[in-house]
């Protein structure tokens, strides 16, 4: 079936060939009027090429302004909503405690606010924080061959997104409203730096849009500071480490991490679930080269 777009295309096309024809017709009963009974002199063979860059220059302005205005009223044109959020798009990663829980959250707080489909969305579970990866550049789970495990690489579990910068904001308003009351993760038998809370900024604490997130964290009686790298738990403390993204950068979870349920919520359910899938077959979440159950 074709598209609203193609079949908008295809009219585009056929009425600018009849334009153009019909404005070569009308533009040579102008320019040229009766035939010339007289043999043409050098003047009237300069007139003529004349006359022919004027026919040439009017039919090309004419189907240039005909297709403009076509265009305008039958293509699909971006929402002025949209072209800004395309100019803008940045990652960013935020974590607090097990990064199945913090997912399914962030994918919700992508359809609210940004109103993305299935195939749009960009929430992925991932480790960030450390200072290190192994010498082949990846950051594991915990696995029983000791591949590139993250707690011993000092890496937390977080969830790591492409949204517009001026989203910054809402995103870390969603970010601490996952933490209980008292300031608390919600799933605090998960200890250790792997756990700790965390948020990826490029630029960190420089970035514009950092005071959003610090009114953000104050209105939950939160408190930030710069992570270092390897940093321990936060547990207890109501602390929120921020990083740079170019110095700590995201590290992609595994196949198996993506789209999981947790041990918080009751099941999210297959539909939920079988977004991996998708997501695999189109190129957003890759295969890390880390032990995987896929």
């Known amino acids: 079936m074709m598209t609203r777009s193609a079949a908008a295309t295809k009219v585009l096309a056929l009425l600018l060939c009849s334009l153009t024809t019909t404005a070569v017709t009308a533009y040579n009963g102008r320019a040229t009027g009766p035939p010339q009974a007289t043999r043409p002199s050098t003047a009237t ?3 003529k090429t004349s006359s022919t860059e004027g026919r040439r220059q009017f039919v090309s302005t004419a189907a240039a302004t005909f297709a403009a205005s076509l265009a305008s009223a039958f293509l699909p044109h971006p929402a002025p909503a949209e072209a800004a959020s ?3 798009l940045t990652d960013v990663y935020f974590g607090v405690g097990c990064f199945w829980h913090i ?3 962030f994918v919700e707080a992508e359809r609210k606010l940004l109103g993305r489909g299935d195939k749009e969305l960009t929430s992925l579970t991932g480790y960030a924080g450390g200072r290190s990866t192994d010498k082949e550049g ?4 915990h696995n029983f061959q000791s591949v590139a495990d993250y707690g011993k690489l000092g ?3 977080v969830v790591g ?3 517009p910068e001026s989203n910054i904001g809402d995103f870390a308003q969603e970010y601490f409203n996952l933490f209980t009351p008292k300031g608390e993760r919600v799933d605090p038998l998960d200890r250790g730096g792997e756990y700790r809370s965390l948020i990826g900024l490029p630029g960190g604490t420089k970035h514009p849009k950092y005071p959003e997130v610090e009114a953000a964290a104050a209105a939950k009686g939160m408190t930030l500071a710069e992570g270092k790298g390897n940093d321990p738990d936060t547990l207890g403390k109501k602390l929120v480490y921020v990083y740079d993204t170019a110095k700590f950068p995201f590290y992609q979870a595994e196949v198996y991490h993506q789209f999981h349920n947790d041990f918080q919520s009751p099941a999210y359910g297959k539909k939920y679930n079988d ?3 998708e997501a695999v077959e189109d190129g957003r979440v890759k295969v890390t080269g880390c032990p995987d159950r896929i």
Do not use: F
């Open 86 to 88: 395309l100019s803008d």
């Open 45 to 47: 063979t300069t007139t």
């Open 161 to 163: 997104m492409t949204i």
């Open 155 to 157: 890496h937390g579990e």
């Open 138 to 141: 990846r950051v594991c789970y």
């Open 103 to 105: 997912q399914h959250e």
């Open 275 to 277: 977004l991996v899938n």
